[in-house]
């Protein structure tokens, strides 16, 4: 009788170790943000030179500053804006753009100027329901002024709430994957 109750005993054992050892951990499976680490924000005009506006951080947050390059744009201009995004950390490099355009229903950049810049940042992109993306823009330059321009990449932000499909990230929601401030002239 002992035995059987060993044996009994040894097979619960063996079978919550099995269970167990089941589990799937695989990090995988989620959707997890994306490492970005260079941005280039290619600007270009109706008539004029080309505009790109670059971020870069190799090391990621905590290390080196990132190098940011503005630009001077100009004034009363109409420009056809282009985001590439890339995941330089690595050799070769990921192109992360790609990623964004096939998971376009999980992420939308935002725009916004400070400092006075007279500057309007209209979407040129949409996903499969009709919102808007941002990978591709329509910038519109007023007068001769300075400021910055932000660029704010929101993942799973709630698209359908109010103002977002017009670029208003206050009830956006979601997690930021990059937030960048360029500086601005327009001459």
Do not use: W
Not at 121 to 149: C, K, R, W
């Amino acid at each position: 009788m002992k035995n059987l109750k060993f044996i009994f005993v040894i097979n619960i054992l063996f079978a919550v170790l099995f269970l167990n050892s089941c589990k799937d951990d695989d990090p995988m499976d989620e959707n997890d943000e994306e490492v970005i680490t260079t941005i280039n924000y290619t600007l270009t005009p109706t008539s004029g030179d080309v505009v790109t506006l670059s971020f870069s951080d190799l090391d990621g947050e905590g290390g080196n500053d990132p190098i940011i390059t503005g630009g001077t744009l100009q004034a009363n201009m109409s420009y056809t804006g282009a985001l590439e995004l890339r995941n330089d950390s690595e050799t070769p490099g990921e192109d992360i753009t790609a990623e964004i355009q096939e998971e376009d229903e999980d992420h939308q950049f935002f725009f916004s100027t400070g400092g006075g810049l007279d500057l309007t940042v209209g979407y040129s992109d949409e996903d499969e329901d009709g919102n808007p993306i941002g990978l591709a823009t329509s910038i519109n330059t007023g007068a001769v002024s300075t400021g910055t321009l932000s660029v704010v990449l929101r993942h799973l932000p709630v698209k359908d709430a109010s103002g977002v499909s017009d670029g208003d990230i206050t009830n956006a929601d979601g997690s930021t994957d990059v937030e960048i401030e360029f500086d601005i002239e327009i001459q």
